[in-house]
């Protein structure tokens, strides 16, 4: 339920994995131009105004989850994935009534691009198998990790919130190499490069990040010098706060009800 950016993503990841196929996927799209605009970019794709009797993912805006919450129930299904910023799963349970199995996510944007990471949390009637079902989903578009709902405010904080800082430190590398006289055009394929191989290491070379940081810092060289400038204006303590700050907003939006 829901057809913008998050919801395309998580059904076109399904299509492009081999998971499901286009005519088994049901879009419910309340628009009339985004249900055109969704069949003609994704041909064979099932585009409704009302609901199914099928398992369902929840990918609307917060203040309209209760409401579609409500609508997939009514209409059969006991299986219900939240993708919703903020929303608990005491809502989502309140909402769906029940004898419904109830997962709450918090997905971030790289899953657009299919390079996402979302962490998963249990509704009191999700089992192994829903829980298998929502990574399913999840997963293809990126990894998941399963939490119990307290630390889902530290995903939003962390990984949620994380693509920002990253493009932030992004814009910084660019306009530094600019400022240092490169070209921007080259600055930003150097920074952005840069980013993606580094992050490519982490991921892949099995190694942690301090070993890495550590295996790239010479003593007495440019990275080492680098390195204490970073130190010295407290970028370490900045990004630790960020978090923390965005792990509280995320607290005080769990509080209000959708």
Known sequence: MGGGRMGEALFAGLIASGAEQAETIVVVEPLAVR?????????????????????????????????????????????????????????????????????????????????GVAAIAPGSEAGDDTMAWAE??????????????????????????????????????????????LPRPIAERLAVGTLRGAGVMLAESGQGAAELRAAVTSPGGTTAAGLRALEARAVRAALGEAVAAATARSRELGTVRP
Do not use: C, W
């Open 35 to 115: 249900r055109d605009e969704l069949r003609t970019a994704h041909p064979g794709l099932v585009v409704s105004d009302a609901p199914v009797s099928a398992p369902t993912v929840v990918a609307v805006k917060p203040q309209d989850v209760r409401a579609a919450v409500g609508a997939a129930v009514g209409a059969g299904a006991t299986r219900v994935l939240s993708v919703a910023a903020g929303v608990t799963l005491s809502a989502l349970e309140s909402a769906a009534g029940g004898g419904v199995a109830v997962v709450r996510a918090m997905p971030n944007t790289p899953a657009l691009v299919g390079a």
């Open 136 to 181: 399913g989903i999840l997963g293809a578009v990126g990894d998941v990790v399963r939490v119990s709902e307290p630390q889902l405010d530290a995903v939003t904080g962390l990984s949620g919130s994380g693509p920002a800082y990253v493009f932030l430190v992004a814009e910084a590398l660019i306009d530094a190499g600019v400022a240092e006289g």
